[in-house]
């Protein structure tokens, strides 16, 4: 029998939370399929249910074939945020849970075991069992007349795994200490108007070859689709039909390497590097980092003000009759490492940097060293090596940070410094892999962290780098080798 795999994300970073004015998919309109041996096809309709419904199922049940639950705190702390973040919704849909319907002869009755969403599922039960044992807000929700069923968990929270009881135990720590943060009102929401979609199946080879399919749906969605997902709804409240439609269609007309290229090898690397971490692979598990502050969501955060502020000139700017005449527009000043504003804002940002790497040519006027940098990191031997390919993305990352914070002042010198640091790494190594670029961009000198921090260019530019005494002899960095001997940063 198939173990189910699939790494279950918590709402904010997987399903995205969604207002039932705004679903993932309509389950009224949607077919989920399935074929058997005979290959006939079956349809399967799903039911949207809500928290209560779900918890509440004496038939439910989570097998013993299932994975060992591993939800870390990240992401029980994400999901609690969303269910804060969402109460005033009127729906939030946090996902499909599979069941495989069959009989127990142990209990002697029909049960529904739990074939996909054990993870999501077992993190609510633990949520309902911190709501039933806080004693204020139980009392909260007497006087609020709101009637809360009390749920018999002794039965589906019996496991034997080690790693998880302990990650049971843990997570349920952490879930009393921030159930202080719900009232009766975000109680009710709970239960009430968070909601999963529901899919039963009778037959257990049907119900893991479901499975399967969705699992290799996940596998081919990519982040980017996520993030997709979640700026959009976050558009809803405060963009026409026309600009949404816009927005979707300039961004579905992106070619997909293009879109992969902006993320992965450069926004992703550029952040976290900036930020002191790690960056080698931009996974589903890495969108958090691309999704900051609505406009249109009033945080009481002093920090938020700047940006808020921001985008609303632009946008009275932008849609004020004057530019009827004057046919002026006013970009948003983007900022690599800026907070990200959620929306319309996010998709406008990720087009003006797609564009700015397609157009990664520094125009560099006089003869000098900058010059012949540029000119041999694009013709010398090796450049198409893998490691060499690490490397330059490492470079372009660095002059792309550098040109979208200082634009084009003192260009030169800066070029000079970000080859001197970059190509460092390829003259010392043998074999140069994504991880030993990523563990350099992250050692001193630490390049990204010093450019962010910089108010000036000179910060920057006045950065103490090594001479090197040995190098690695290769015909095919030869030209490089040569660069650095002409700058005096290789002592012989």
């Known amino acids: 029998m198939p173990n189910p795999t699939l790494e279950e994300q918590p709402c904010s970073n997987f399903y995205g939370g969604i207002n039932s004015n705004v679903p993932l998919f309509d389950v009224s309109k949607t077919d989920f399929e399935t074929h058997d041996q005979d290959n006939a096809t079956k349809k399967i309709e799903p039911q949207v249910i809500p928290i209560q419904q779900l918890l509440f199922d004496e038939q439910l049940r989570i097998p013993n074939y299932q994975r060992p639950y591993k939800w870390s705190l990240k992401n029980v702390n994400d999901l609690l945020n969303d269910i804060l973040l969402f109460k005033e919704k009127p729906a939030y849909r946090l996902g499909t849970i599979v069941y495989h319907q069959n009989y127990s002869v142990h209990e002697n009755k029909t049960v529904n075991d739990i074939v996909d969403g054990q993870q999501r599922t077992i993190t609510l039960l633990l949520i309902a069992l911190a709501i039933q044992n806080n004693i204020t807000l139980q009392q909260k929700l007497k006087s609020a007349n709101v009637d809360v069923k009390r749920i018999e968990l002794t039965d589906k929270l019996k496991f034997t795994n080690n790693l998880s009881k302990h990650n049971i135990r843990e997570n349920y720590r952490e879930i009393v200490r921030r159930i202080v943060d719900f009232d009766a009102k975000t109680v009710e929401f ?265 108010l000036q260019p000179n910060e920057f530019l006045n950065l103490k780098l090594k001479g090197l005494k040995d190098t690695v002899e290769s015909a095919k960095t030869e030209k490089i080798k040569n660069l650095f001997k002409q700058l005096n940063y290789i002592y012989e």
């Open 190 to 454: 709970f239960y009430k108007k968070c909601e999963v979609v529901k899919v039963v199946l009778n037959d257990i080879s049907e119900a893991f070859q479901f499975f399967d399919s969705q699992n290799a749906r996940g596998v081919d969605l990519n982040p980017h689709d996520l993030l997709k997902a979640f700026h959009l709804r976050e558009m809803m409240d405060n963009t026409s039909e026309a600009e949404r439609i816009k927005i979707v269609e300039s961004w579905e007309n992106m070619e997909l390497t293009k879109l992969k290229n902006t993320f992965a090898n450069f926004l992703f690397r550029i952040r976290n590097w900036a930020n002191g971490n790690t960056a080698r692979r931009f996974t589903k598990a890495d969108i958090s980092i691309f999704k900051g502050i609505s406009p249109n969501i009033k945080e009481p955060y002093p920090f938020a003000s700047i940006y808020r502020i921001s985008h609303f000139y632009i946008e009275g700017y932008n849609n004020d009759f004057n530019r009827n005449i004057d046919q002026k527009h006013l970009s948003y000043p983007y900022q690599l490492d800026q907070v990200v504003i959620n929306g319309k804002r996010f998709f406008e940002m990720i087009t003006h940097y797609a564009d700015a790497i397609k157009n990664l040519k520094v125009p560099i006027e006089k003869e000098g060293i900058a010059k012949d940098i540029l000119k041999v990191l694009d013709n010398y031997d090796g450049m198409h090596r893998t490691g060499d390919k690490y490397v330059r993305n490492l470079f372009n990352c660095a002059l792309m940070y550098y040109i979208d914070k200082f634009g084009l002042v003192e260009i030169e010198r800066a070029i000079e410094r970000i080859f001197i640091w970059a190509y460092t790494v390829r003259l010392t190594q043998h074999a140069v892999q994504l991880a030993t670029v990523d563990n350099y961009a992250l050692q001193e000198p630490q390049v990204f962290k010093t450019i962010k921090n910089a």
